[in-house]
C-alpha cells in the first residue's frame, strides 16, 4: 500500500499549468505566513478539539474556545468568522497532515497509485469515528465536505496531466471517483465486521479503475506493470 510514483512531465502545459491551479490555496501560501498567525491557529483548532471530547458542539460558545487557547475573543475572529469555519479548519489540517505523513500523490501516470488515495480516506474516517462519536451529528457534514473536497483536488492534479484517456473531462472523473470513496468508506466503517482495510482498498480499487482505463481489471494492470 505504500506505492509512491513519479511525476511525468507531459508536453499539454496548459493542462499542466491547470492541475497546478487546482492545488488547495492553503498549500500554496502556508509557507508564508507569519508564524505567530500559524501557532494562533492550531491553539484554536486544539482548543475545539478538546472541548469536543467532552461537550456537543451546540454547547461551544466562541469564549469557551477562545479561553481553552488562551486567547481573547477578537483574537478568534481575527482568524475565523464563526465555530464553523474553526471547526472546519480542524478537519482539513487533520486531513491534509495524513495526506501529507502518507505523502500521498495521485500523479496520474500509474492507476495502482489510487489504492494509496483509497486507503488514506478510509483510515482518516476510522480514525474520526473512533472520537468525537457523542457529537459526531455536527462533526460529520465538515468531514464529508473536507474529504472529498481534498480527494477530488489531489486527484484531479493528476487527471488533469492527461496520461489516461478517460473519455470524460478530468474535473468530472475527479469528482465521481472522490465521492464514490468517501461514499463506499462511509458504508464499510458502518459494518465493521466487514470492513478489512486491505480487501476494502482491492474491492474499491477494482470497481473504479475502469473510470482510469477502461475495460482494465487490477490483474491486467499487475501484468502490465510487469511486462
Not at 474529504?147 to 486527484?155: D, P, S
Amino acid at each position: 500500500m505504500s506505492e509512491t510514483n513519479q511525476i511525468t512531465p507531459m508536453a499539454d502545459h496548459a493542462e499542466a499549468a491547470k492541475a497546478e491551479s487546482a492545488k488547495p490555496e492553503s498549500a500554496k501560501l502556508e509557507s508564508r505566513v507569519d508564524p505567530r498567525i500559524l501557532r494562533t491557529r492550531r491553539m484554536l483548532r486544539e482548543a475545539m478539539l478538546s472541548l469536543l471530547e467532552t461537550e456537543a458542539f451546540d454547547t461551544i460558545s466562541v469564549q469557551k474556545v477562545a479561553e481553552r487557547a488562551t486567547v481573547n475573543r477578537a483574537t478568534f475572529y481575527a482568524h475565523y468568522v464563526d465555530r464553523e469555519a474553526l471547526l472546519e479548519d480542524l478537519v482539513k489540517s487533520r486531513f491534509d497532515e495524513l495526506l501529507e505523513a502518507r505523502q500521498v500523490r495521485f500523479e496520474g501516470n500509474c492507476p495502482s497509485a489510487l489504492k494509496v488515495v483509497i486507503l488514506a480516506v478510509y483510515d482518516f474516517l476510522r480514525e474520526t469515528s473512533s472520537g468525537c462519536r457523542q457529537h459526531q451529528r455536527h462533526f460529520d457534514p465538515f468531514v464529508q465536505s473536507v474529504v472529498q473536497t481534498e480527494v477530488e483536488e489531489v486527484l484531479f492534479t493528476g487527471l488533469a496531466k492527461g496520461a489516461f484517456q478517460l473519455g470524460q473531462r478530468p474535473s468530472l472523473v475527479a469528482a465521481t471517483l472522490s465521492w464514490a470513496i468517501y461514499g463506499a468508506a462511509i458504508s464499510a466503517l458502518r459494518t465493521p465486521e466487514t470492513a478489512d482495510a486491505d480487501q476494502f482498498v482491492e474491492d474499491v480499487y477494482a470497481m473504479l479503475l475502469p473510470l482510469l482505463v477502461p475495460g482494465a481489471t487490477p490483474a491486467s494492470i499487475a501484468a502490465a506493470h510487469h511486462q
